[in-house]
């Protein structure tokens, strides 16, 4: 990431542009130049949208220029079926912003489910995948009139390097060129930066995405550069970086501790990027980059990728009505 503003943010710790965008306006109190952002609330479910729109915005905030929505709910970490429901319904709307498909159901979609399926917070994408309406063999097996509102939805989970020895980059290049689809949707585990985000919070952005970028691993890039197509990408945050959430527990005891401890008085006096390197240099030499996960994160994954499934589902097939987008999952 670049910019002399990024402080913590020189670092791969978060995933979201909120995130970034937020943490850059309150440090400097103003607007960002090549940047917009908008927030809203829609019964209980808080929606923030950042535009990326120029070279100067890019450099700001390390994000590529284009559309950031996220949608936040607190209460999906509850599994609360209501909540489940109204995220989706919203999901479906904004997804059919992004996407900007006809309603003749003629333009073709390959949804890639990014990801590692044998390990829990990284198996977001192939979850997904397994739920989803796949359609595009039936334009050669079932008569047009059967067909209805169907799109044709291909999808793949390419898995990950260490497995195949493949950039999943190359891969989907090679799928891309040989089915020619008009869109494609990448769906991934993001790292956030709060630990109030993890299963509450979801990402969509019409930039594309980068696999493995939360983990400091920027392996080639999904978007219409290297795949020659429109590229949505969604995200839900599974992990937080351990060195961020040692940095916010000083944050808040030397707060409390303000007047009586030396030690947490001196060190709440360093800037961010002086704290990260500290707590780092005494993390990394240990345990290395870790990154850390809530024990219910099956819950998490389970519930996520139903409604993101779900979502889909209703989006692509003008036959799957979005208030019943969770009984085809």
Known sequence: MGGAEADWLDGPYTDLAIETTAAL???????????????????????SRVEVFSAEGQQA?????????????????????????????????????????RDDTSQ??????????????????????????????????VPEELQGGLRPVAAVAPGVLGATGIETGEIIQGIVEHIQPDLVIAIDALAARS??????????????????????????????????????AVGVPTVVHAS???????AMI???????????????????????????????????????TPKEVDELIEDMSRVIAGALNATLHTSVESRDFLRYV
Not at 27 to 47: A, C, K, N
Not at 83 to 90: L, P, T
Not at 269 to 292: H, S
């Open 254 to 292: 030397g707060a409390s501790l303000q007047g009586k401890n030396p030690f947490f008085e001196v060190i709440t006096t360093y800037d961010p990027q002086q704290r990260r390197k500290l707590i780092e240099g005494v993390l990394d030499p240990r345990v290395g980059p870790l990154v850390v």
């Open 108 to 141: 073709s979609v390959l949804v890639v489910g990014l990801g590692n399926a044998s390990a829990t917070p990284d198996a977001l994408g192939p979850r997904v995948v397994r739920k989803l309406l796949v359609t595009r063999h039936l334009k050669d097996y």
């Open 244 to 250: 961020t959430i040692v940095m916010d527990t000083i």
């Open 195 to 232: 630990l109030e985000r993890i299963g509450t919070s979801i990402q969509l952005a019409d930039s594309g995405i980068h696999p493995g970028s939360g983990l400091g691993a920027r392996r080639i890039g999904l978007n219409r550069a290297t795949l020659g197509v429109p590229v949505l």
């Open 61 to 101: 905030t390390g994000k590529l220029p284009g559309r950031y929505i996220t949608l936040d709910a607190p209460e999906l970490r509850r599994r609360n079926l209501d909540v489940q429901e109204q995220v989706g319904k919203i999901l479906v709307r904004e997804l059919a912003g992004l996407a900007g498909l």
């Open 25 to 47: 306006r309150g440090r400097s109190g103003t607007e960002i130049p090549g940047v917009r952002m908008q927030e809203e609330d829609e019964g209980g479910v808080r929606l």
